[in-house]
């Protein structure tokens, strides 16, 4: 019987001799583990239980009838003791060239056996399982014909010769072992097919949960990015422009100590009332709780408190409304941060706060008539970087729209919308507008003084490129550009197209 199949192992997967839950019919797919279920095992052991209990069986048989010899009992220990040794010589279990050693072995004790005494023949049903298990099916086949030969040869020797059922008894059993063998190697196919499934959803388990954990800790990485980038911005929104605002007026200050105490000592009260706002800036800061400018007051009071004290122009147009905590502080610190810029950079001689509470959106114009600057660079002498680019992060967080208009020696006008919707609020009423005063409205002199804002967002206005209140389409309001101080000034709607105002108008924060 060929054994030399050793090289072909890797290809073939034939499992250990004592191990018949490893077919040669099986899917020839190399694992790395036995894919043996249950019912494979009673299977392994119902043959191996078969073998054992047919050998004894003759061997009583024949010692009873006395039909045994010494030799044939012999044989038939020796037989026994073969077959056993293949579930417990562990060189059987990993070499083939020793578990074809084996295989022949047993095959020549058998073959003796069942010369001599043709019932041993029965022994080939549970063989045939062993072949075809263990030989590559090329060879299981002829051998399994074979064992099956021998048997047919064998009962030409008993009581009345070769007849039909002598041969066809062999035939049969030949066929019902080819048959279970095929039966048990589907089973096999199917238990390791089931195994690798299992293999590869644990691996589709383990790297879904690698990448969860690889997200998660992308995620936090880029909250903690974000989280630098808010800090750093609510930073210099806060303490930074309180400690400039403080280093210009003490410098203010120690220019007027000597000319004029009074002016010196104004200069130091401020500096005191603006270290103590930054002092509550910062504990509030670290609390994270609404800027103190806000704590108790509205948006309104906070801005025209914060305009007086940069000595600016504050407009309210429109009946305030509530807004959403972060809309309220994101409209301040860029209040803050445009008037600190106004203040500093721009030299002007004037300066505008324009708060809007409209139909649809809230608006903030801040315009100064200074030296201007190139909105695609710096204002001259800004150190940092975190100016126009922190305000056009800050309200692009919040869905709203902001343009800067400048340029060099025409002044500088900042524009800001945020729509309602965006900051999930309906306005209720068609906005009452708060007229401007007739000095504030129709003074020709503040109207030149601001030439240079005027013209900047005239600039804009015929370039298209200028914030806009409504859409064009919007039949309630249309925002127009007042040359006289470079305002966006709503013009109302006729009061049939208005909506009734809200009853619950207030004018507080909620």
């Not at 023949?121 to 030989?135: I, T």
């Not at 806060?238 to 280093?247: K, M």
Request: aromatic share 4%; net charge negative; with cysteine.
């Amino acid at each position: 019987m060929p054994c030399g199949v050793d090289s072909r192992r890797s290809r073939r997967n034939l499992g250990p001799v004592s191990r018949y839950d490893r077919p040669a019919l099986a899917d020839p797919v190399s694992t790395g583990h036995s894919a043996s279920t249950p019912a494979l095992r009673m299977m392994s052991i119902a043959l191996h239980g078969l073998f054992f209990t047919l050998l004894a069986v003759l061997v009583v048989r024949g010692l009873v009838t006395g039909g045994l010899g010494e030799t044939s009992l012999i044989a038939s220990i020796a037989l026994g003791s073969t077959y056993a040794l293949g579930g417990m010589d562990e060189r059987l279990r990993s070499d083939r060239r020793w578990a074809c050693a084996w295989l022949a072995v047993v095959l020549l004790l058998w073959t003796g056996l069942t010369v001599l005494h043709p019932e041993f023949g029965y022994l080939a049903f549970p063989l045939y399982f062993v072949l075809l298990h263990l030989l590559p099916l090329r060879w299981a086949v002829p051998g399994t014909l074979g064992v099956t030969g021998i048997v047919v040869a064998s009962q030409a020797q008993t009581e009345g010769g070769l007849t039909m059922a002598k041969v066809l008894g062999p035939l049969a059993g030949l066929a019902v072992a080819v048959l279970t063998a095929a039966g048990y190697a589907a089973l096999y196919r199917e238990s390791r097919a089931r195994s690798r499934a299992v293999d590869v959803a644990m691996r589709m388990v383990e790297e879904v949960t690698q990448a969860r954990n690889e997200l998660a800790a992308t995620q936090r990485e880029a909250g903690r990015l974000a989280e630098r980038q808010r800090l750093a911005a609510e930073i210099h929104d806060t303490l930074a422009q309180g400690l400039s605002s403080i280093l210009l007026l003490a410098r203010t200050a120690e220019s007027a100590l000597l000319a004029d105490p009074a002016v010196a000592a104004d200069r130091i009260r401020e500096v005191a009332v603006t270290a103590a706002e930054n002092l509550a800036e910062a504990r509030r800061f670290v609390q994270e709780l609404t800027p103190p400018a806000l704590d108790g007051s509205t948006l309104t009071e906070a801005l025209r408190r914060l305009s007086d004290r940069r000595g600016a122009e504050f407009r309210l147009e429109g009946e305030p409304y509530a807004l959403p905590v972060e809309a309220e502080v994101a409209l301040l610190r860029l209040t803050q941060e445009a008037l600190s810029n106004a203040v500093q950079h721009a030299a002007a001689g004037r300066i505008a706060v324009t708060l809007g509470y409209l139909d649809d959106e809230v608006t903030l114009d801040v315009f100064d008539d200074g030296v201007g600057f190139s909105p695609s660079g710096q204002r001259p002498g800004e150190r940092n970087g975190f100016g126009l680019h922190g305000m056009r992060e800050r309200i692009a967080a919040l869905g709203g729209r902001l343009a800067v208009e400048s340029a060099p020696g025409e002044g500088t006008a900042v524009a800001v919308a945020l729509p309602l919707r965006v900051l999930d609020l309906e306005r209720p009423g068609a906005g009452q507008l708060v007229e401007p005063d007739s000095d504030d409205a129709g003074d020709g002199d503040d109207g030149g003084a601001d030439l240079g804002a005027g013209n900047a967002i005239d600039s804009a206005a015929d370039r298209g490129d200028d914030l806009r209140a409504h859409g064009a389409a919007d039949p309630v309001t249309e925002p127009t550009l007042d040359p006289a101080d470079g305002r966006h000034r709503p013009v109302a709607a006729p009061a049939a197209s208005r909506p009734p105002t809200h009853p619950n108008h207030e004018g507080s924060r909620r």
